[in-house]
């Protein structure tokens, strides 16, 4: 700005330098007055000296003449500063000019006119270095003034935090105190209005709570604290009263189990009435009692057994056995009997009192012991036969594998010690065997205990048959338990699927029952080489039979397996090992057959399966010779021929005569096919036979026509 | 039909329909059992297939004999003949299309029918059976025309001999008779059990099977399975198989028998054996070549079993239909 009001204002410049030739004039005059001042104050100042101390040096050296640029400088306007400076410089630049003219001129050096123009130019130049000196000044003053606010700024900036921080605590006390929660809040109190209501009036104070809030709460504590006191004084009195009534009952309880001897004796005395008149009331309601402690499944089957029992069957009856005082302590509380939990909680407590002692051995024998446990009580069911034979069957619950097992025993009516190969008919092991098809009882039913097993070792379940008893399904069913294989829990206890099943298993379990009683008899008479043939049965046969049962023997499966003429039968997987098998001979002269006998467990439902093998000119059987192949069908497929009387009990031993007869007559055709050229016939032939052979594989003739007598084909 | 039936089924006959996709077999029980070769044989065949696509029951007895014409599927079971329409069976509906019965003079027993076969040249059904006589039924007409009479116990097998219009039997008697059917009588009778080459007599006399090729004949049972010259009317070859021979066929310089023992026994002409090849039934009772069609060319052999093996190659069993 300065800079171009100089440019634009070149008229007023001869006014301008006028002034200023007047300030140099001054100027000069000052500081060629005391030049040696001046010089030593630019000494003090250098030595470091503040303008305060250079005065008061100066002060002390000299008292009245006193030079103080600094005072000069706050008396100069620093604008004229520059406006001299400015026409300074132009002058220096003319008076330069103008020599350089006279020099050019020729002007000698050292003329006067130079000279001249040689001095103004150096008072101009003194008068530069002044400007330049003032100018230096003044920057120093400046920057001092700027530090000085700057400190005034931070001091007050540092109050401002202070007071901000303080305003911050402050604040946040109030929150705390904001937020502070009285115990009072937890109590419930009753209601304002209801407060009011009910309160004496020196309690609620209406007058000063009304528009208080901190009195009316003030109040309604005080007024609940009242309460309570009264209600704890009237809870004391209750209980008072409580014992009293305690007391009472004691009294009368003991009154009444006084008259418990007596009552007994009466009991006692009226037994004896109650069984001669038949009428065991008192048997029933003991079973209901020892019934409250068993466990569903159980306690299902002897609601459907009895029931059943009561309405179709009279020789049926169930019976309760075992220790009903353990089954007590089982099932409490008594309430939680039929929950499972309980049985599971119960098992988990013994589980840990076992584990505490003990090594690792004995504690998974202990877990298995304890997987395996059977419920203290079990159901008797006896079963009665027309002949006075009995099947005691014995169920058992085992608690924590929730399935029932059954044990069997049959208490006959004769004595049955005669047969050695019918030992295994009344095995208790077998008896019940395949009642329904495949149904073995080995593996346990419940898809759930696998998993059981595996943690506490057990490989498979029918190691422990023996002794626990077989888990047959139709006796899941009778105690209402269903295992669908797809879905692995157990869905409860149905009667409903018990009561479906009861007629049809007790109707099976008898026909078992006489099916193996009726072997058995006609077993002993097998064993003495008899075949029974009952007079229902005769037509079946022609009078006179030649060939003879020679020998009637039980086999094991191992053995049968290893016979070479039941390779068919195995392969066709006829043969289970669930299944008995019996070897018998039937002789004629010197003809041997030996028939293998597969006896299924259903038996009669399921027809015994022969396999022939004739010792005669060299050994033949059903699968080199088609005639022996005949026989065999002739024994095994016609069933309906043989089976006699429903329910077919004699099948096995009229299949048996066939087979002699059948015998007798593959040898007499057979001798009169061959040419009987060599010797006398072995076989004469006796039997009556249309045609000895038929057919392309030339079969003979095994049909016995009953009234006319004679043999034909099929 | 239970297990214990199927183990002691056994199958007597068999026949391939005309156009060569089905398999008919009789068993001893009465049943035919229709079998679908094309899906048996097919290259995605599964268990399944291997069962018979129509199971009916045509008897009462038996059925020995199982005969197909361009039509129907015939069956001959105790004393009677039924026809059954392929096109019927194929749509899974069995009903006989017509039964008849040879007149029998024995009332006893009902005599069975052991085989059959067409005469083509005039149309007619041969059969021989239980009664020991060779019936001749008109196809035309369904009437029974002739009777040959002669041989002293029952028929087994039968044969013919276009070119010479002879009907060849053999029966239980042990004999082969030749007959002229025009005229009616025996013109030839060979006892074979009276040839010491041919004679078994720990088995028997019987003749149980019979097959002709122009002057070729074989024949086999109780005597050992032999070939026969019938111009010269003398055994040239005797094959050394053990057990009677129930069927036996020519094929292409071969002979296939069938009988006694679990195999199939493949037989040059010179008269040795050239192979057995085992397969399912302990004994078997019949052997067929579908030879109609080129596509399923296949035998089939059946016995004591409720199996019938199936040769694709002849020299392997490939698989077995089961009833």
Same mark, same amino acid.
């Given at each position: 700005?300065?800079?171009?009001?100089?440019?634009?204002?070149?008229?007023?410049?001869?006014?301008?330098?006028?002034?200023?030739?007047?300030?140099?004039?001054?100027?000069?005059?000052?500081?060629?007055?005391?030049?040696?001042?001046?010089?030593?104050?630019?000494?003090?100042?250098?030595?470091?000296?503040?303008?305060?101390?250079k005065?008061?040096?100066?002060?002390?050296?000299?008292?009245?003449r006193?030079?103080?640029?600094?005072?000069?400088l706050?008396?100069?306007?620093?604008?004229?500063?520059?406006?001299?400076?400015?026409?300074?410089?132009?002058?220096?630049?003319?008076?330069?000019?103008?020599?350089?003219?006279?020099?050019?001129?020729?002007?000698?050096?050292?003329?006067?006119?130079?000279?001249?123009?040689?001095?103004?130019?150096?008072?101009?130049?003194?008068?530069?270095?002044?400007?330049?000196?003032?100018s230096?000044?003044?920057?120093?003053?400046?920057?001092?003034?700027?530090?000085?606010?700057?400190?005034?700024?931070?001091?007050?900036?540092?109050?401002?935090?202070?007071?901000?921080?303080?305003?911050?605590?402050l604040?946040?006390?109030?929150?705390?105190?904001?937020?502070?929660?009285?115990?009072?809040?937890?109590?419930?109190?009753?209601?304002?209005?209801?407060?009011?209501?009910?309160?004496?009036?020196?309690?609620?104070?209406?007058?000063?709570?009304?528009?208080?809030?901190?009195?009316?709460?003030?109040?309604?504590?005080?007024?609940?604290?009242?309460?309570?006191?009264?209600?704890?004084?009237?809870?004391?009195?209750?209980?008072?009263?409580?014992?009293?009534?305690?007391?009472?009952?004691?009294?009368?309880?003991?009154?009444?189990?006084?008259?418990?001897?007596?009552?007994?004796?009466?009991?006692q005395?009226?037994?004896?009435?109650?069984?001669?008149?038949?009428?065991?009331?008192?048997r029933?309601?003991?079973?209901?009692?020892?019934?409250?402690?068993?466990?569903?499944?159980?306690?299902?089957?002897?609601?459907?057994?009895?029931?059943?029992?009561?309405?179709?069957?009279?020789?049926?009856?169930?019976?309760?056995?075992?220790?009903?005082?353990?089954?007590?302590?089982?099932?409490?509380?008594?309430?939680?009997?039929?929950?499972?939990?309980?049985?599971?909680?119960a098992?988990?407590?013994q589980?840990?009192?076992?584990?505490?002692?003990?090594?690792?051995?004995?504690?998974?024998?202990?877990?298995?012991?304890?997987?395996?446990?059977?419920?203290?009580?079990?159901?008797?069911i006896?079963?009665?036969c027309?002949?006075?034979?009995v099947?005691?069957?014995?169920?058992y619950?085992?608690?924590?594998?929730?399935?029932?097992?059954?044990?069997?025993?049959?208490?006959?009516?004769?004595?049955?010690?005669?047969?050695?190969?019918?030992?295994?008919?009344?095995?208790?092991?077998?008896?019940?065997?395949?009642?329904?098809?495949?149904d073995?009882?080995?593996?346990?039913?419940?898809?759930?205990?696998?998993?059981?097993?595996?943690?506490?070792?057990?490989?498979?379940?029918?190691?422990?048959?023996?002794e626990?008893?077989?888990?047959?399904?139709?006796?899941?069913?009778?105690?209402?338990?269903?295992?669908?294989?797809?879905?692995?829990?157990?869905?409860g206890?149905?009667?409903?699927?018990?009561a479906?099943?009861m007629?049809?298993?007790?109707?099976?379990?008898?026909?078992?029952?006489?099916?193996?009683?009726?072997?058995?008899?006609?077993?002993?008479?097998?064993?003495h080489?008899i075949?029974?043939?009952?007079?229902?049965?005769?037509?079946?046969?022609?009078?006179k039979?030649?060939?003879r049962?020679?020998?009637?023997?039980?086999?094991?499966?191992?053995?049968?397996?290893?016979?070479?003429?039941?390779?068919?039968?195995v392969?066709?997987?006829?043969?289970?090992?669930?299944?008995?098998?019996?070897?018998?001979?039937?002789?004629?002269?010197?003809?041997?057959?030996?028939?293998?006998?597969?006896?299924?467990?259903?038996?009669?439902?399921?027809?015994?399966?022969?396999?022939?093998?004739?010792?005669?000119?060299g050994?033949?059987?059903?699968?080199?010779?088609?005639?022996?192949?005949?026989?065999?069908?002739?024994?095994?497929?016609?069933?309906?021929?043989?089976?006699g009387?429903?329910?077919?009990?004699?099948?096995?031993?009229?299949?048996?005569?066939?087979?002699?007869?059948?015998l007798?007559?593959?040898?007499?055709?057979?001798?009169?096919?061959?040419?009987?050229?060599?010797?006398?016939?072995?076989?004469?032939?006796?039997?009556?036979?249309?045609?000895?052979?038929?057919?392309?594989?030339?079969?003979?003739p095994?049909?016995?026509?009953?009234?006319?007598?004679?043999?034909?084909?099929? | 039909?239970?297990?214990?039936? @199927?183990?002691?089924?056994?199958?007597?006959?068999?026949?391939?329909?005309?156009?060569?996709?089905?398999?008919a077999?009789?068993?001893?029980?009465?049943?035919?059992?229709?079998?679908?070769?094309?899906?048996?044989?097919?290259?995605?065949?599964?268990?399944?297939?291997?069962k018979?696509?129509?199971?009916?029951?045509?008897?009462?007895?038996?059925?020995?004999?199982?005969?197909s014409?361009?039509?129907?599927?015939?069956?001959?079971?105790?004393?009677?003949?039924?026809?059954?329409?392929?096109?019927? @069976?194929?749509?899974?509906?069995?009903?006989?299309?017509?039964?008849?019965?040879?007149?029998?003079k024995?009332?006893?027993?009902?005599?069975?029918?052991?085989?059959?076969?067409?005469?083509?040249?005039?149309?007619?059904?041969?059969?021989?059976?239980?009664?020991?006589?060779?019936?001749?039924?008109?196809?035309?007409?369904?009437?029974?025309?002739?009777?040959?009479q002669?041989?002293?116990?029952?028929?087994?097998?039968?044969?013919?001999?276009?070119?010479?219009?002879?009907?060849?039997?053999?029966?239980?008697?042990?004999?082969?008779?030749?007959?002229?059917?025009?005229?009616?009588?025996?013109?030839?009778?060979?006892?074979?059990y009276?040839?010491?080459?041919?004679?078994?007599?720990?088995?028997?006399?019987?003749?149980?099977c019979?097959?002709?090729?122009?002057?070729?004949?074989?024949?086999?049972?109780g005597?050992?399975?032999?070939?026969?010259? @019938?111009?010269?009317?003398?055994?040239?070859?005797?094959?050394?198989?053990?057990?009677?021979?129930?069927?036996?066929?020519?094929?292409?310089?071969?002979?296939?028998?069938?009988?006694?023992?679990?195999?199939?026994?493949?037989?040059?002409?010179?008269?040795?054996?050239?192979?057995?090849?085992?397969?399912?039934?302990?004994?078997l009772?019949?052997?067929? @070549?579908?030879?109609?069609?080129?596509?399923h060319?296949?035998?089939?052999?059946?016995g004591?079993?409720?199996?019938?093996?199936?040769?694709?190659?002849?020299?392997?069993?490939?698989?077995?239909?089961?009833?």
């Open positions: 700005m300065p800079l171009s009001h100089s440019a634009a204002t070149p008229p007023s410049l001869k006014l301008d330098t006028e002034t200023h030739k007047f300030d140099q004039k001054k100027l000069i005059k000052d500081m060629s007055s005391d030049p040696l001042k001046k010089r030593k104050t630019k000494v003090i100042r250098n030595d470091g000296g503040t303008p305060e101390t005065r008061l040096r100066g002060d002390g050296d000299q008292d009245v006193t030079y103080n640029e600094e005072v000069e706050e008396s100069r306007d620093p604008e004229q500063d520059y406006t001299l400076y400015k026409n300074t410089c132009e002058a220096l630049a003319t008076l330069m000019g103008e020599i350089q003219e006279l020099k050019a001129s020729g002007a000698k050096e050292g003329s006067v006119e130079v000279e001249t123009k040689r001095r103004q130019g150096c008072s101009h130049f003194i008068t530069l270095k002044k400007l330049n000196r003032l230096h000044m003044r920057l120093k003053k400046a920057r001092d003034q700027t530090h000085e606010a700057k400190q005034k700024v931070d001091v007050l900036h540092l109050q401002l935090q202070n007071l901000l921080y303080e305003v911050m605590h604040q946040k006390e109030i929150g705390k105190c904001l937020e502070f929660k009285s115990q009072h809040e937890e109590i419930e109190l009753v209601s304002v209005d209801e407060f009011f209501k009910d309160a004496p009036a020196e309690i609620s104070r209406p007058h000063l709570t009304k528009d208080d809030p901190h009195q009316l709460t003030l109040a309604r504590l005080d007024w609940e604290l009242e309460q309570r006191k009264r209600l704890a004084e009237q809870y004391k009195s209750s209980l008072c009263t409580k014992e009293k009534i305690l007391k009472g009952i004691e009294l009368k309880k003991e009154y009444l189990s006084s008259l418990q001897p007596g009552l007994q004796a009466i009991m005395a009226s037994l004896p009435v109650q069984e001669y008149l038949s009428m065991p009331f008192e029933v309601q003991k079973q209901a009692e020892v019934a409250r402690h068993l466990p569903p499944p159980l306690y299902v089957l002897l609601v459907q057994a009895s029931a059943y029992g009561q309405a179709c069957d009279k020789n049926l009856s169930v019976s309760i056995n075992g220790d009903v005082d353990e089954a007590k302590a089982l099932s409490r509380p008594p309430e939680d009997s039929q929950d499972d939990e309980s049985d599971s909680d098992e988990e407590e589980q840990n009192t076992k584990r505490r002692r003990g090594t690792v051995g004995v504690q998974l024998d202990d877990k298995r012991k304890e997987m395996l446990k059977r419920h203290p009580l079990s159901l008797c006896d079963l009665k027309k002949d006075g034979s099947l005691h069957l014995f169920f619950y085992l608690m924590n594998l929730n399935i029932l097992t059954v044990k069997a025993k049959v208490s006959a009516s004769a004595d049955l010690s005669g047969a050695i190969s019918a030992g295994e008919l009344l095995n208790p092991e077998s008896l019940l065997n395949c009642l329904y098809a495949s073995d009882g080995q593996e346990t039913p419940n898809p759930t205990n696998r998993y059981q097993f595996d943690k506490v070792g057990i490989t498979t379940f029918a190691d422990y048959v023996s626990l008893g077989h888990a047959y399904i139709w006796v899941q069913k009778l105690g209402g338990l269903q295992f669908s294989s797809d879905t692995p829990q157990v869905e206890v149905h009667s409903s699927l018990s479906s099943h007629e049809s298993t007790i109707k099976l379990l008898r026909g078992r029952l006489l099916a193996r009683l009726a072997l058995h008899k006609q077993f002993s008479s097998l064993e080489n075949v029974p043939v009952s007079t229902e049965c005769q037509h079946l046969f022609p009078a039979v030649v060939s049962l020679a020998r009637w023997t039980m086999m094991s499966y191992e053995d049968f397996l290893e016979l070479g003429f039941v390779q068919h039968v392969n066709a997987g006829l043969v289970r090992e669930t299944d008995l098998f019996f070897m018998a001979t039937v002789e004629r002269g010197t003809a041997r057959l030996q028939a293998a006998v597969v006896l299924n467990p259903r038996y009669p439902e399921i027809t015994p399966l022969f396999s022939l093998s004739l010792l005669w000119k050994e033949r059987s059903g699968r080199t010779d088609d005639n022996l192949r005949a026989l065999e069908s002739e024994v095994n497929v016609f069933r309906s021929e043989l089976q009387p429903r329910p077919g009990l004699q099948l096995l031993t009229n299949q048996i005569q066939r087979l002699c007869v059948c007798d007559v593959y040898l007499e055709t057979e001798s009169q096919v061959c040419d009987g050229s060599e010797g006398p016939i072995e076989f004469p032939r006796e039997k009556m036979c249309l045609r000895s052979v038929r057919g392309p594989n030339r079969l003979k095994f049909k016995y026509n009953h009234p006319q007598g004679f043999f034909s084909h099929r | 039909m239970g297990p214990i039936e @199927l183990l002691h089924m056994s199958v007597f006959s068999q026949s391939f329909s005309p156009c060569g996709r089905f398999l077999a009789g068993n001893n029980y009465g049943e035919i059992a229709v079998f679908s070769l094309s899906a048996a044989l097919s290259p995605d065949a599964t268990d399944a297939s291997q018979p696509v129509l199971t009916f029951s045509a008897h009462e007895g038996p059925v020995f004999s199982l005969l014409t361009d039509m129907h599927l015939l069956s001959a079971g105790n004393g009677e003949i039924s026809a059954w329409s392929w096109a019927e @069976l194929g749509k899974k509906n069995p009903k006989a299309v017509w039964t008849k019965r040879p007149e029998y024995s009332s006893l027993e009902i005599p069975e029918i052991n085989h059959m076969i067409i005469n083509s040249r005039d149309n007619s059904l041969v059969v021989g059976g239980g009664d020991n006589n060779i019936h001749i039924m008109d196809m035309e007409t369904g009437t029974f025309k002739s009777v040959l002669g041989h002293t116990d029952y028929i087994h097998c039968l044969s013919l001999r276009e070119r010479e219009g002879e009907i060849l039997s053999g029966a239980e008697d042990g004999a082969v008779r030749m007959w002229d059917w025009r005229m009616g009588r025996s013109v030839h009778c060979v006892e074979i009276k040839y010491k080459e041919c004679a078994r007599p720990q088995y028997g006399k019987w003749i149980s019979l097959a002709t090729d122009s002057d070729w004949m074989l024949c086999g049972g005597p050992a399975l032999s070939l026969w010259h @019938l111009r010269s009317m003398s055994p040239t070859s005797i094959f050394s198989l053990s057990g009677s021979q129930r069927e036996a066929v020519f094929h292409q310089d071969l002979i296939y028998a069938v009988g006694e023992g679990p195999h199939v026994s493949h037989c040059l002409l010179g008269g040795s054996v050239k192979a057995q090849i085992p397969c399912t039934p302990s004994s009772n019949t052997l067929a @070549l579908n030879l109609g069609t080129t596509e060319r296949v035998m089939t052999v059946a004591s079993s409720n199996q019938i093996d199936v040769f694709t190659n002849f020299s392997y069993r490939a698989f077995s239909l089961s009833f």
